[in-house]
Nanobody
Framework: QVQLVESGGGLVQPGGSLRLSCTAS????????MAWYRQPPGNEREWVAVITSANSTNYADFVKGRFTISRDKAKNTVYLQMNSLKPEDTAVYYCNTYPIGVVSDYWGQGTQVTVSS
């Protein structure tokens, strides 16, 4: 049974930082590219960042230079370090394979990030 568990979200002031974690189980996620996605309030889910099995990374323009994706294969965990947070970064953040659906259509519960003063 595949499982993706996101954590690390919370309420932070503009300019602050958070580090999100995603632990994957039920499949050998280490062989896949993994990504972070987010769903802002009232909007569709969007792609944020991706890391390949070889640790190459790429970012959406709206987070480039502020967010860093990484992975620890020994822990089956993917991270998202978010710095210089803006109110428009407020969203529920999810991790999954890239592209979506490589393993299954399953999504975890996500972790809420709220950027507000």
């Amino acid at each position: 049974q595949v499982q993706l568990v996101e954590s690390g979200g919370g309420l932070v002031q503009p300019g602050g930082s958070l580090r999100l974690s995603c632990t994957a189980s039920g499949s050998d996620y280490n062989i896949y590219a993994m990504a972070w996605y987010r769903q802002p309030p009232g909007n569709e889910r969007e792609w944020v960042a991706v890391i390949t099995s070889a640790n190459s990374t790429n970012y959406a323009d709206f987070v480039k230079g502020r967010f860093t994706i990484s992975r620890d294969k020994a822990k089956n965990t993917v991270y998202l370090q978010m710095n210089s947070l803006k109110p428009e970064d407020t969203a529920v953040y999810y991790c999954n394979t890239y592209p979506i659906g490589v393993v299954s259509d399953y999504w975890g519960q996500g972790t809420q990030v709220t950027v507000s003063s």
